[in-house]
């Protein structure tokens, strides 16, 4: 089992910024991937970013250039930069873990997951 705990989220203004963090534990050696995914209020859950444990990142082009994902293996936590954000950044905002060396943005494809934190984008 893995634990991930989120932290970070709160209530900014267009064109801010917020840096969650997400630290994990237990059987934390499993973990190859970490992950961040948002819901927003009616719509579905959808992948923010992720980064392996060589450091590769993924984005999609809604947030690329916008968020940077980062991690310290050390640690066993996972942090998303979030700059120049926009209302529609506004969501909840999930940490996730996955095994195996083949990346995915599918959500099936992660294991274990965070309670999530809310992020709040409004003037």
């Known amino acids: 089992q893995v634990q991930l705990v989120e932290s970070g989220g709160g209530l900014v203004q267009p064109g801010g910024s917020l840096r969650l963090s997400c630290a994990a534990s237990?059987?934390?050696?499993?973990?190859?991937?970490l992950g961040w995914f948002r819901q927003a209020p009616g719509k579905k859950r959808e992948f923010v970013a992720a980064i392996s444990w060589r450091n590769s990142a993924y984005y999609p082009n809604s947030v690329k250039g916008r968020f940077t994902i980062s991690r310290d293996n050390a640690e066993n936590t996972v942090y998303l930069q979030m700059d120049s954000l926009k209302p529609e950044d506004t969501a909840v905002y999930y940490c996730?873990?996955?095994?195996?060396?083949?990346?995915?943005?599918?959500?099936?494809?992660?294991?274990?997951w965070g309670q999530g934190t809310q992020v709040t984008v409004s003037s």
């Open positions: 237990g059987r934390t050696f499993s973990i190859y991937y």
């Open positions: 996730a873990s996955k095994g195996g060396s083949t990346y995915s943005s599918r959500e099936s494809e992660y294991d274990y």
